[in-house]
């Protein structure tokens, strides 16, 4: 009995620790964009109208500028 609530933590920890990788991938792929992110919007590109697409290329560069603006102020993440 006493080895089944140790298999059962067990278990639970690895879940928990393989969620919090997880999660911390996603934030760190939102936070920085990422080639993740660019890979996909190439990928779907086929999939949107020219009204989506033109409010992407938007997001992306006003993206693009602001990190440009980062960089050459001298800020960092």
């Known amino acids: 009995m006493n080895s089944e609530i140790l298999n059962i ?41 020219k009204d989506k697409k033109k409010a992407i290329e938007q997001v992306v560069e006003q993206k693009a500028g602001k990190k440009m603006t980062e960089d050459t102020s001298g800020e960092s993440k």
């Not at 278990?11 to 939102?30: D, G």
């Open 9 to 49: 933590l067990f278990v639970i920890i690895i879940l928990a620790a393989v969620i919090f990788a997880f999660i911390r991938i996603a934030v760190k792929i939102r936070r920085g964009g990422g080639n993740f992110t660019t890979l996909m919007y190439g990928a779907t590109d086929e999939f949107y109208n």
